[in-house]
């Protein structure tokens, strides 16, 4: 074989898969724009007309005419899709009515102004969630769009315009468009357009003028608009090389980081950090280190970084969260582990006194980066806290822990003044240092560095002389004083790092074992309700919020769980609870879909999709959970949801083996009614037809013959429909046994007299012991068991042989065997022979019968608290049955001693 030519190419595999779940989608295609004004809507009606003269169906889902005429005529043809009227705050707004688009289900629809902000209770709380909804449906969009909407161009257009834009739209929305149409007016036109009163009215565009629409930001927002455009279109040249197997000159592989954190506009890094990466086409990550600082921050803080992180995400960015005591080098370590080649941090506004000594943040990145290039840019004020005081994140506003600190202090001081007269002056500074120590590793940095401040002027004050001031008479102890507090001040510090890093260990240690412990038990549930109730409580132990569960029951979710017990939802979390488990996405408070909703829904994925919905809630304000907790919450229901599909596989199976059962037992009672239906009917039509053919010309004994085999044919039918009917209550558990004392030898008497005709090419031998009790049982269902098994044994022991039947007190039963002298039982067939139409099969004959008699008898017996087990006899080949019968209380209390 030769070498493969290295000409010949092949798509690549993520090509391929990206261009099969385009396949189901409908297409997008943007108009967009630089400003209002410039005729995207104009532009966009235009391209639905002549499509529409094409054949194609397009509907208006809705569009912003804003009274101008020329564009009002452009709706003429169009079918227009009524809007949905929205009561808010005594006001009626018209919105865009999803249900009726996706009930329509037309192939094209026009939705204008993309970056909408719906009303209040909408489905989505964007416009632009409704047009990815309607695009998961396999409809196609026309829609309009400004760049000044583009969320990683929001902090650019606001330095440009000094406007801060509020409504936006993910760049994923341009990143997945399949066709942009960028509608260019320069901008002398667009100002002449605003003049004569075709954007806005005089009045307005006369301001707009003189502010938004300056020459300059027209010209630098027209620029934005290019420039991004022709980012998609060379993402869209790379897509289509590469599903196309074209060579080319691949990008380099760079990968970006961005750090973030609560003080330096993580926001508009994070939007700067997804330009970047669109610019080198990387990958890109937000990392936060979690310091003890951070960790004790306070709501306001770690809001500042949730939001961030989540726009990191919104932007197509992972967001990652580590624990840490040292920010730059925890950043450092991550980017090599995973091969980062820049790394993007805002510089502080403002240091922090460790900042002088050994580096800010950005310092000591720049030095140990190595070969990763490091981004430093200017970092924005950091925003002041809306919390209270009592709320504030820094340590030294917690007072009891300096009042502690001091306590330690106290306590060392008086300890040094009862060991002042043992050793040196000098000795006792250490007294103090253990009193610092103790304040580090009980309260952390800052109230250590207040112990060392306090123990330093106690020190000076109680046992330098002169005592009881703070002048130092000897040089030597100024030098000895200093050294003190310097190794007072590293000791806190080292102590402090210990202690947060035990800390943290602790968390993590603790999470771990609950996460450990919860899959122990999710593994040993042995039912749904048990796995329900675990997850729900769970999550409320570690998330600290309310949980309920909900599970597809009839087509609909049911709420089967929750902690507290919850027993009913209102109509807005059971819409966004359905909507999360038909779209597998989180709907619901603080998400894109639903977020009226009292509850945060997130679907309980599988690999065969969602298998239930957990709803979550608490009366803390804003974000109900941080990314770190978002995390733990998908792990959680992670391990819940393989959980349930194991109970429903397990449930699943139980079924199949059931159906397969059941289909095993109809087979069988086909073949069984088939042959043991036709035996007898063709006996007994073969005698009758005899007897009415030739009856004159047979002899008495030959139609005595004839009319013996009809009626023990007919018999024969009887058992066999009795059979059948005795299974049929016992498997409707319809079946009460009528106790009642009975004498077993009469029982056994009467079973041989019903059976005598069965038996009459059989020995008959009876030994039962004398002076047996009288037993509870139901007379007529005992007299079936002996029937069926003395039915048994006539058919399996040859003609001629014994039948020996006895009985014998053994405790508080009596055991009854019957035992034949047949071929016996196979060893492994001895427990199966009481299965529904289960027949020892053999290599010579197949007896005949139904399969039906000794299941029939397990069922009597066990009715009347019997048992009954066969085995093989011991003294020769046959087989025997046993039957263990209970002796009635007061019989039993008669019996002799």
Partial sequence: MGIRDQGERRPTPEALLQEAQNGARGRLKVFLGAAPGVGKTYEMLLTAQAKRREGLDVVVGVVETHGRKETEALLAGLEVLPRRMVDYKGRVLGEMDLDAILARHPRLVLVDELAHTNAPGSRHPKRYLDVEEI?????????????QHVESLNDVVARITRIRIRETVPDSIIDHADDIEVVDLTPEDLIARLREGKVYVRDQAARATENYFSPGNLTALRELALRRTAQRVDAQMVDYMRLHAIGGPWPAGDRVLVGVNGASGGPALVRLARRMADRLRAPWTAIHVETEQEARAGEDKRRQVADALRLAERLGGTPVTLPGQDIAAAIIDYAQSHNFTHILVAHASHAHWPD????????????????????????????????????????????IAYAGSFGFVVVACIAAMMLRQMFAVSNLALVFLVGVLASAVNFGLWPSLFACLVSVLAFNFFFLPPLYTFTIADPENVVALFFFGVVAVIASNLMARLRAQAITARQRARITEELYLFSRKLAGAADLDEVLWATVYQIALLLKVRVVLLLPEDGRLALKAGFPPEDRLDPADLAAAQWCFEKNQAAGRGADTLPGAKRLFTPMRTGRGAVGVIGIDSDRPGALVMPEESRLLDSLSDQAALAIERIYLARDITAARLAAETDRLRQALLTSISHDLRTPLASIIGSA????????ELDPPERGSLLRIIREEAERLNRFIGNLLDMTRLESGSLAPRLSLADLSDLVGAALQRAQRILRDHKIEIAL???????????????????????????YAPPGSTIAISAHREGDSVLLEIADAGGGIPTADCERIFDKFFRVHRTDRQRVGTGLGLAICRGFVEAMGGTITADNRADRSGAVFTLRLPVPAAQAAEAPA
């Fill in 356 to 399: 002088f000594i050994r580096g800010s943040v950005t310092q000591r990145l720049i030095r140990n980066a190595g070969g990763i290039n490091i981004h430093v840019v200017a970092g924005e004020p950091a925003r002041k806290s809306t919390e209270p005081a009592h709320a504030s994140s820094s340590a030294h506003a917690n007072w």
């Fill in 769 to 795: 012991e004398p002076g047996l009790p009288m037993l509870s049982l139901d007379v007529i269902l005992i007299e079936q068991v002996l029937f069926n098994l003395l039915d048994n044994a006539a058919k």
């Fill in 689 to 696: 037809s005899s007897l009415a053919a030739h009856g004159e």
């Fill in 135 to 147: 695009l998961a449906a396999g409809i196609d969009v026309d829609t309009t769009l400004n760049i």
